[in-house]
């Protein structure tokens, strides 16, 4: 446990009672943009690995295992930045030709499979994922593309920070396509016809809280329904071409946008097209370029998230590798750092958790007992994963690194192992799902709930201190690692995850009078969050409604497995709940996540939640009055 500073008192504000120590001394590293409980574990976890990994970059010395000696062989392509330097944007130009070399948006259409497999820019984004009704397979989903700037909401004209954002990305773009050997001339008209077509998607696109309602994005139509929102481009044969038959039907993720295609990709617009794909792909390839260019293409993400200085040479090289092998990566690091007994411990813990989740759901007094039983259905179907997987995906031993020694390069292996993943991709369509494959990567300090597939995942970097220890009091260990256990079954009961069977299945197991009642409970949980001051502007209870709803349940629940064990300390509990949401960011990455992040800022999730919960009060004597306090009718418990 952290001291506390008794200077301050927790009937003023928990979070800077436990953390004002911390903020105090604590330093973002200049390469990021935040600091705090989940990135200093992620810091040190990489700091681990690259210096594991470094022994061999050294020593050319070959790993014994072929996927993770491939991870090597590409990590140091990513390093050699002199031979980056030497090659500066040479690599890139081809790529750029092939896009200025189009005529007409009927050639771009033949293309287009060819492209989709290699990640190449695109108007629209085609991808193989779970289907939402029958989520035992996988089905086609179409989606808009991703714009210049974090959200729509940027491209308000009363946005002053989309205004300074544009004229970063305009300076940024102008070096860049500079180097790729653009005159001014030539490089402005480029970046002025992509500005006005990013522009042209930004009304039809989805803003960070549209994007949070997964139900919103399930439109099914079928292929000559989809085929019929392009006059231009051959919906019907990219489709087939990319998997070999013609689907049926699809899964349309943003239908406004689609519904706009006809109007946005249309002949006069293809120069401003094509100029758009040059942005897309210059910024795509640049962080496999010089050093001199990775560090201006690094510009805008570092003003937009208030970062001192763009990513450390050392760091983007592993990130680059990482990319493509970050399982071989997790599994080497769960392997070698992550116990059995810790593995075991934790799963007892999981397990004790869903025991009191079922408690919970039988001791419930607003449903009724046919929605009840669906609940307690749902959570005993519940997947559990604790560390790492049993098995690594196949498409890893596809990814083999050609040296440099044979003719290889950073960016030659990097674009055939996209196309290696864009081809297994694709090759899922109408095949079954695997419920047991990872989604994240072992060494993430991370957790998450899948709603498609009805499972949990603890990936074995989270499972540490202060989140986890075996050296910690159980009190401790529930308000953390516990508290995160729970937060993530009750994703399976939140707003989105409520919609979803047992097996995943998008089907509505609700009484109706039931439903009624939650999604009044789902309201008083955005009223409680809406409007709340941070930074320079005020959470959107709306965006972050999910996530407080599972922190709600994730810490009730929490605080009841505490209590059931011998030696239970409260305060311990409730500290180390705060202990685990201690941040310090810059403004910008601030206002940045007020935009754009589902979760709700770290220091409310530490000081409203606990607010809900009776034995707060008690423990640390807030009473009527103290900031802390919350009047009993106003506290709200859903699950």
Not at 31 to 48: H, I, N, R, W, Y
Request: aromatic share 12%.
């Amino acid at each position: 446990m952290k001291a506390k500073d008794s200077s301050l008192t927790p009937q003023n504000d928990f979070y800077e009672y436990v953390n004002a120590k911390w903020l105090e001394t604590a330093e973002i590293p200049a390469d990021k943009p935040v600091t705090g409980c989940f990135k200093q574990l992620a810091e040190e976890v990489e700091q681990l690995l690259m210096t594991d990994f470094e022994g061999y970059l050294q020593n050319q010395e070959d790993h014994p295992e072929p996927e993770l000696n491939h991870f090597i062989n590409f990590y140091r392509l990513a390093t050699d930045y002199k031979q980056r330097d030497l090659a500066g944007a040479t690599p890139l130009l081809p790529y750029l030709a092939e896009i200025e070399q189009l005529t007409n948006l009927e050639q771009f259409s033949k293309l287009l499979p060819k492209w989709i497999l290699e990640s190449r820019p695109s108007p629209f984004s085609l991808t193989i994922d779970v289907d939402m009704k029958q989520t035992n397979q996988h089905l086609f989903f179409a989606s808009a593309p991703q714009l210049f700037l974090p959200d729509k909401t940027y491209y308000d004209t009363s946005n002053e920070s989309g205004k300074k954002l544009r004229n970063v990305f305009t300076d940024m773009m102008l070096q860049l396509l500079k180097f790729a050997g653009k005159t001014e001339e030539q490089a402005r008209k480029i970046i002025k016809e992509a500005i006005e077509f990013d522009a042209l998607l930004a009304p039809h696109s989805k803003s960070s809280e549209e994007e949070a309602d997964i139900l919103a994005s399930y439109n099914p139509q079928t292929i000559n329904e989809f085929a019929k929102n392009s006059s231009y481009l051959d919906f019907t044969k990219i489709v087939t071409d990319l998997v070999g038959e013609t689907p049926t039907d699809l899964i349309m993720t943003d239908l406004a946008y689609f519904q706009a295609f006809d109007k946005i990709v249309v002949p006069e617009n293809f120069s401003k097209l094509k100029s758009w794909m040059v942005i897309v792909e210059t910024r795509r390839l640049s962080s496999y370029l010089s050093e001199e260019i990775r560090q201006t293409a690094g510009l805008f993400d570092q003003a937009t998230s208030g970062s001192q200085q763009v990513t450390k040479q050392e760091k983007a090289a592993y990130y680059l590798a990482c990319h493509y092998f970050d399982q071989i990566i997790g599994n080497y690091y769960a392997r070698r750092y992550f116990g059995e007994e810790a593995k075991q411990d934790v799963l007892g813990m999981v397990e004790k958790m869903v025991s009191v989740y079922e408690k919970r759901l039988v001791a419930n007094t607003w449903l009724n007992d046919a929605t009840k039983n669906k609940a307690i259905i749902k959570l005993n179907k519940l997947g559990i994963q604790v560390g790492y997987p049993d098995k690594l995906p196949a498409v890893y031993k596809k990814f083999i690194t050609i040296p440099a020694e044979s003719g290889g390069t950073l960016l030659s292996n990097a674009l055939r192992f996209e196309h290696i993943r864009q081809m297994d991709m694709f090759a899922r369509y109408r095949k079954p799902v695997d419920r047991l494959e990872w989604e994240m990567s072992p060494d993430m300090v991370n957790a998450y709930y899948h709603p498609f597939k009805n499972i949990i995942v603890f990936p074995a970097a989270i499972l540490q201190a202060p989140f986890y220890s075996l050296n910690q009091s159980s009190s401790a260990n529930y308000g953390g690692i516990g508290a995160v256990i729970a937060h993530e079954i009750s994703h399976a009961f939140d707003n989105n995850g409520a919609s979803f069977d047992e097996y995943g299945n998008l089907s509505n197991w609700w009484l109706d009078e039931d439903l009624a009642y939650f999604k009044n409970l789902a309201q008083k949980m955005i009223l409680q969050f809406d409007g709340l001051p941070i930074g320079s502007g005020t959470v959107n209870g709306t965006l972050t409604v999910s996530e407080n709803i599972a922190d709600a349940g994730g810490l009730s629940c929490a605080l009841e497995a505490a209590k059931s064990e011998r030696e239970v300390d409260l305060d311990q509990f409730f500290t180390n709940w705060a202990t685990i949401w201690r941040m310090k960011a810059s403004a910008e990455y601030t206002d940045l996540l007020l935009t754009i992040d589902v979760h709700a800022p770290n220091k409310l999730r530490a000081n409203i939640q606990p607010q809900n919960l009776s034995e707060f009060y008690t423990t640390f004597n807030i009473t009527e009055g103290d900031p802390m306090f919350t009047a009993p009718e106003q506290r709200l418990t859903i699950w």
